[in-house]
Nanobody, 127 residues
Framework: QVHLVESGGGLVQPGGSLRLSCAASGGTSTPNAMGWFRQASGKEREFVAAFRRSTNNAYYSSSVKGRFTASRDYTKNTVDLQMNSLRPEDSGLYYC????????????????????WGQGTQVTVSS
């Protein structure tokens, strides 16, 4: 089955940057859409960003748009998340995800559309 492994999390000061990477393996075909969710302490998981193969576009939540950039490398089967201008409220456990099938655009925001989840990597933004 599909396995997703995140890396790149850590501690960074406000205004700093981190780059997360997710390596996918075990799939029978190239997934149409992959992305990132995050979960802050005591809160439910929320959508962060996604990259949709069918449109070759990245999509973002309003809270990170303009600061985060999602990208995919189809030759390496990875999806990355470049995070700039980080804020304390960006802290949380970041999960790489693979969506089920060929999701419509509006489904990218929904956790119900996710088929596989990574274990998560911790991001802490603090001085």
């Amino acid at each position: 089955q599909v396995h997703l492994v995140e890396s790149g999390g850590g501690l960074v000061q406000p205004g700093g940057s981190l780059r997360l990477s997710c390596a996918a393996s075990g799939g029978t075909s190239t997934p149409n859409a992959m992305g990132w969710f995050r979960q802050a302490s005591g809160k439910e998981r929320e959508f962060v960003a996604a990259f949709r193969r069918s449109t070759n576009n990245a999509y973002y939540s309003s809270s990170v748009k303009g600061r985060f950039t999602a990208s995919r490398d189809y030759t390496k089967n990875t999806v990355d998340l470049q995070m700039n201008s980080l804020r304390p409220e960006d802290s949380g456990l970041y999960y790489c995800v693979q969506y089920r099938g060929n999701p419509i655009l509006s489904s990218l925001w929904a956790a119900e559309a996710v088929d596989y989840w990574g274990q998560g990597t911790q991001v802490t933004v603090s001085s």
